[in-house]
């Protein structure tokens, strides 16, 4: 089918939601047991990691791993928000910096100011957004940022989600002094995320089955195979090792001059889609097919394209001496390796 579909559904007994353009899954949200990105607790200061410049946290769900705690003192309670999903046997990763997101504004409790998304462009519309800013965050003294989904959305129903953050803001941050460690927000789950996420207009299908009718099922079982079909004959494997996400680009029958920048070029183009839709973050290397190195540049500024338009933070490293590309992503996706059908 044409267009934007928005699949609501569950698998494995979780929530999960699709995203499909055109007919081809283009994201993928799933929810697993462990805790969401996103979530908030009232931590305690348990021990610290010298060398790392981090501590040991305790929470209602395990330990947890904190980074730049200067001045934190064993027992202390503090809040802190999960990042992402932790490595395998690893603490959860967490942050102190608060976030309070949601479909078009985001609360920054410690890091004052109204903010417009710099994607908006429209003179008139900023100032429009900046007024209802104003109006609903007063002098909190809180931060506020307008998301780009703002741009076109009624000023009702943006001033509503202000007043939710807001709210939710101020009742989490009052909550900080205690003993004992404890959850006080969940993170979104996959239906919460999609409505937050996939703001372009779109047909919503919440029907059981939904992924099933819609051949989610069948996109979710081809991605569990590393090997992803290029166009022009090419492939590319995408595989997760204990260290590292491993990308190896071929080119298939292909042996023409010109086969190895345009088999790296078609690879650059669907790599943010692949590491989304398997869930996989961290260090990611790419091993090109050949080609020589005056190509390198127009690889990358269609590498940086492709992730530009990614919701998910990348950080595009740079060359390797042996020719790899790397890449830094945040996990904070479950893998799909780890969800069972």
């Given at each position: 089918m044409k267009g934007r579909l928005i699949a609501l559904d569950h698998l494995n007994g979780h929530e999960a939601a699709a995203l499909l353009v055109d007919g081809r899954l283009e994201d993928l949200f799933l929810d697993s047991d462990a805790p969401r990105p996103g979530a908030i607790y009232r931590a305690i200061a348990d021990r610290p990691v010298k060398g790392?410049?981090?501590?040991?946290?305790?929470?209602?769900?395990?330990?947890?791993?904190?980074?730049?705690?200067?001045?934190?003192?064993?027992?202390q309670p503090l809040l802190v928000q999960v990042t992402g999903y932790p490595e395998p046997g690893k603490a959860l990763p967490v942050t102190s910096k608060l976030l309070f997101k949601s479909r078009y504004a985001i609360v920054t409790p410690?890091?004052?100011?109204?903010?417009?998304?710099?994607?908006?462009?429209?003179?008139?519309?900023?100032?429009a957004l900046l007024a209802v800013a104003h109006a609903e965050m007063g002098e909190a003294g809180m931060g506020l940022i307008l998301?780009?989904?703002?741009?076109e959305a009624p000023e009702d129903e943006i001033a509503e989600d202000i007043r939710a953050m807001h709210a939710l803001a101020?009742?989490?941050?009052?909550?900080?002094?205690?003993?004992?460690?404890?959850?006080?927000t969940e993170g979104d789950g996959p239906h919460a995320l999609a409505w937050r996420e996939w703001t372009a207009p779109a047909e919503i299908d919440t029907g059981h089955g939904s992924f099933a009718s819609h051949a989610v099922l069948d996109a979710i079982d081809e991605l569990r195979v590393p090997d992803s079909p290029l166009p022009g004959g090419a492939s590319m494997a995408v595989e997760r090792t204990r260290a590292l996400v491993a990308v190896d680009v071929n080119t298939g029958g292909d042996t023409s001059p010109a086969a190895g920048l345009k088999a790296n070029m078609a690879a650059a183009?669907?790599?943010?889609?692949?590491?989304?839709?398997?869930g996989l973050g961290g260090q990611v290397v790419i091993d090109l097919a050949p080609m020589p190195k005056k190509e390198r540049r127009q690889f990358e500024?269609?590498?940086?394209?492709?992730?530009?338009?990614?919701?998910?933070?990348?950080?595009?490293?740079?060359?390797t001496p042996l020719g790899h590309f790397e890449?830094?992503?945040?996990?904070?996706?479950?893998?799909l390796s780890e969800v069972t059908t």
């Open positions: 790392q410049g981090g501590m040991f946290l305790r929470t209602p769900d395990g330990p947890a791993f904190l980074r730049q705690v200067k001045g934190l003192a064993p027992g410690e890091a004052p100011g109204l903010n417009v998304s710099r994607s908006i462009c429209d003179d008139d519309r900023r100032d998301r780009s989904s703002c741009a101020l009742a989490v941050t009052g909550d900080a002094a205690g003993a004992t460690p404890e959850k006080l183009r669907d790599l943010p889609r692949q590491l989304r839709l398997r500024i269609t590498l940086r394209a492709a992730f530009r338009a990614d919701i998910v933070e990348t950080a595009l490293v740079g060359w890449l830094q992503r945040k996990r904070d996706r479950i893998a």
